[in-house]
Structure formats: C-alpha cells, structure tokens
C-alpha cells in the first residue's frame, strides 16, 4: 500500500500502530477508526494486531491522550 | 455449553433496557446481560446530561438518588466568552452515571434477567442457527465458557465488537469522531442549575466545551474536538488549557476521556440473530453528541424485536429486520437531519458565532427560544437556509 509523502514515495505498510499502556485509558475511541479492525480491547489491554494493520495512522491523531504512534516495523 | 434465548453484551442504559424489554415481553425466555467492567457504571465515560422528556420515558428523576442536578437553563459561550443565556425552562438532568447504570441494571434483574459483571465477550461465530459466544470472566484467570444464544444484542459501545464479528459494518470516518477529555472539577464558581456550551476554533475545533454541574461549586468540565481540525494537541491538551483559561484555581478530583461518534446511524443495525443498539451502532444525536435516552429508546426496540422474533420461531435477519426501521422511524431519520446541520456549521467561523451571541443578545431574555436563535442565524447568514428547509419540512 503505497501513498506519497510530498514528492517522496513510501510504503505505509512500514510502518506500525504502537500504543503506550501506560497513557492508554482503554477508552475505545480507536477501535471504529481502525479500517481493517487491527486494535481490540481485550481483558483490559489494548491490543494492535501486527499482521493486521495497514499503517494508515487513522487512529493516532484522535487518541484523546496521546497514546498512539507510529514505529518502523521491526 | 449453556445455551440462552438473548444474550446482551454491555450493561450500560442501552445494554440494561434491552434485556429488561426482552425479559418483560416474553418472560419465558432466559435472558443474560453480560458486562466486561467489575461493576455496572464505571468508569463513567460521559458527561452525563439528559434531557428531561427522554429520561421520564424509562425512569421518574424526581428524588431519584441517581440524580446529581436538576438543570433549568442553557448558556450559550461565544469564541469570546460572550454569554448567551436562553429561556428558562424544564431542560434535564446531570445524573450520577454509576448510580443511574446501577439502577437500570437492578431493574433488569427484578424482571428476570441473570446479570454477570467483569464478563467480556471474547469472540462470536454462527453455530447452528445461533450464535457461539465465548464469554472471558476477569476473576478466576480468565477462563472462557461458551454460550449459545438465540439472538445476541450488541450494546457494546463505540468500541463495538459484536457489530464487527457479525459482519456489520461500525467503522466511523475520522471527521465524525470526537475525541473527548473530562475533568470532574471541585471548588468553581458557576451557575449551579446551568449547563454551558462553548464553541470555538481555539478551544474545541469541530467540537464544543461544557461545563455540567453536579452540585454547588462542583462540575464535569470538558470537551470533544475532531482531531483532523485540530492543530496537533489531544483533546486533554485543549482541555487543560481551557481549564487554565476558565477555572485555574479548581481542584481535578477526576479525569475520563472517550470518543462520541457523531455520524449517523450505521447502514444496517441487524443480521441473522443480532441487533446492534446505542452507540454501538452510532445511534448518538450527531448535534448535541447526547446518547443516553437514544441507547435507552433502541435498547428497548431491540429487546422487544428479539423477544416477538424468537417467540415467532425467526430469529434470522428477516425476523428481526423491523428493528431497524422501527429506529429510523422513531430517531434515525431525524439524524440525518441534525446531520446536516452539524456539516452546515461546520462552515462558520469564530466571528459568525460571535456575532451572532450579540444579535441573540438583543432579544429580550424571555423570549430567547432556540428558534429565535436559528432565526438570528438564518438572518446573519442566509446560507443556513437549504439546511433550514430540508429540517423543518
């Protein structure tokens, strides 16, 4: 899945959701934002799913605490 | 592996009036609500105001020990903090959510209904014409137990997964997510029988602020943006800098954030053997960002569709298909509307709304109704007109 950043060309797929338990809140609010459903909630945890998100950072910036980021995969 | 007649999944008012509806209309049914929290009604994750014609529909207010304020007016803060108060009248209610949660699930446990707490759904599949749900209980390890329900309703709130394991389509775009922080503040001066609204680029970009009050001196203050109007803070950033602007000197006794999806009602609000309700299903009014009594009103739709369709011995999608029409009759057409109203404001800007306070102004405080007002707007900007007449025809 290919998008562009200005002129230069880069791969959303590179790139991973990572939250921060300690900040998270496990309010929900990423979950619905997440197009192919990679984030759960799960006895209290919240969980991003590797294999399953796309990179497309939809749920970073509305996290009302600031508990999303992107990371390189690795 | 039990087997129920209706599974509910999440105690909240959405969650409780189904299973009490489902209960009292066919009491032969075995009804279980489950809720993945230790205890109904917490974490409050709401600002917990209510209208008052909604709330009377499912439970009397008056002395009622779930009540936190009795609220008489609405006051209307422009970008620049001018002050708009509208005509006094019965408005509603601040509730105590953890006590009115409480309550609502009592309720549905005098009709009947078994109630399990820190009991999450973990997964869901069809298994022989109903649905095989695997239910996680927090205390004893976790362990799992499966339960085969007739029909399973989904009052699962914004971070539904019910919706998403029938296949029912709860994504929301970016720009219909509010991203909402609150702080329950002690110590404030302002009035205590008023709720205040506040809008503004600055403060909330796509979103307003507001102040609650839960008695004398004490309120939930705070507020929803949409992220992709705002200038790169999180809801809690804008928050604490309008707590700052407003009340410096007020004690944060509490703290919550959460999303309010304001978009409309999802596209299908059933399949074979489940009903979405609440927010679940983006039943939230797009305009005012309020929930409660429409989670209530679709709770009590669902569980009264699921109860006649498996008495009739058709709990497919086409056995419970007049739920979703019941709501869009009852609620959801009028979304759309209020819809189109919020995507017509979202044109104006902190100068339209600041003027638009002093024209308000000028009309004498008894006679300023919220038609008045939309008049006043409708004057100052006649581009509101085709949003006008498409809400009131």
Known sequence: ?74 | MADVDVLVVGAGPGGAAAATAAKRAAPELAVLLVERDRAVGTPVRCAEGVGDAGLREFADPDGAPWVARRIRRVIFLAPDDTEVAVAEREVGWILDRTRFDAALAAEACAAGVELRVGTEAAAMSRDGGRWAVRLRTSAGGGQDETVRARVVIGADGVETMVGRWAGLDTRVPARDMESCAQYLVQGIACDPDAIYLQFGSAIAPGGYAWIFPKGPGIANVGLGIVALKADGRTARQYLDEWMTHRFPDGAKTGYTVGGVIVHTTVARTSGDGVLLCGDAAHMVNPLSGGGIVNAMKSGRLAGGTAAAAIRAGDATATGLAGYHRAWMALLGDDHRKYYAIKQALERFDDAFFNGLARTVNAIPRDRRTLGRIFAAALVRHPALLPVAARFFV
């Open chain 1, 1 to 74: 899945m290919a998008g562009s950043l200005g002129a230069m060309p880069f791969d959303r797929r590179a790139e991973i959701a990572l939250v921060d338990l300690a900040t998270c809140d496990r309010c929900g609010l990423c979950l619905p934002l997440c197009p192919p459903a990679a984030i759960r909630l799960a006895l209290a945890d919240l969980i991003v799913d590797a294999a399953t998100c796309t990179g497309c950072r939809k749920c970073v910036a509305p996290c009302p605490v600031g508990a999303l980021r992107m990371a390189a995969r690795g």
